[in-house]
């Protein structure tokens, strides 16, 4: 329960989870546990994927869980959402 109440405050704190999001450089990226170096994170994995239209960027989407989750799965599902005519 205490390791949930954190993560939620930190999801409230928007410039705490946009941080982490703009740290992002690569299009993709998988942040497990302590790697966010958010300690209310601990034990919370985040996949983030970044799409684009053009050049440009537009946007970020990612997936909160646990450290366990399934990684491919939530890799790939992301990267088909990204890649598709959606954004245009």
């Not at 410039?15 to 990226?29: H, P, S, W, Y």
């Not at 799409?51 to 366990?68: C, K």
Request: proline share 3%; with cysteine; net charge positive.
């Amino acid at each position: 329960v205490d390791s949930v109440k954190r993560l939620l405050h930190f999801l409230e704190q928007r410039g705490e989870l946009a941080k982490l999001i703009g740290a992002q450089k690569e299009k993709l990226g998988v942040l497990i546990g302590g790697e966010s170096n958010q300690p209310e994170m601990i034990d919370t994995s985040v996949v983030l994927v970044r799409y684009s239209m053009g050049r440009q960027t537009r946007g970020t989407l990612g997936v909160i869980g646990p450290t366990r989750m399934d990684y491919p799965k939530i890799v790939s599902n992301l990267w088909a959402v990204c890649s598709t005519r959606l954004w245009t």
